[in-house]
């Protein structure tokens, strides 16, 4: 699948993409959350990578982001604001084939 770094994610693997933009207080809480959950789950298949949408303009407007905090799961945007933690665990282990 190609990212925006332009490198191919491995097969099985799921990455988590949080679309944020400088002096936003929610895209902080979101980082936080999305780490916070990927920790939990312990699971090397998963990568994360923050993204801000004024250097990477391109890849944002490609996933249709019209504001931030956002989020994608390989390079599939799903969650248009700041998701509660439970809904993005799901999310992830869907991708993972184990929900």
């Not at 248009?80 to 993972?96: F, N």
Request: glycine share 6%.
């Amino acid at each position: 699948m190609e990212t925006a770094m332009g490198k191919d994610t491995e097969v099985g693997t799921v990455l988590v993409e949080v679309l944020t933009a400088s002096g936003c207080s929610r895209c902080q809480r979101t980082k936080t959350l999305a780490k916070a959950v990927i920790s939990e789950l312990r699971d090397v298949r998963i990568q994360y990578r923050e993204i801000n949408v004024v250097e990477e303009i391109d890849y944002a407007v490609q996933l249709g982001v019209m504001r931030t905090p956002a989020i994608a799961i390989n390079s599939e945007l799903v969650f248009l604001a700041s998701p509660a933690a439970t809904r993005l665990r799901q999310a992830i282990l869907d991708r993972l084939g184990e929900s």
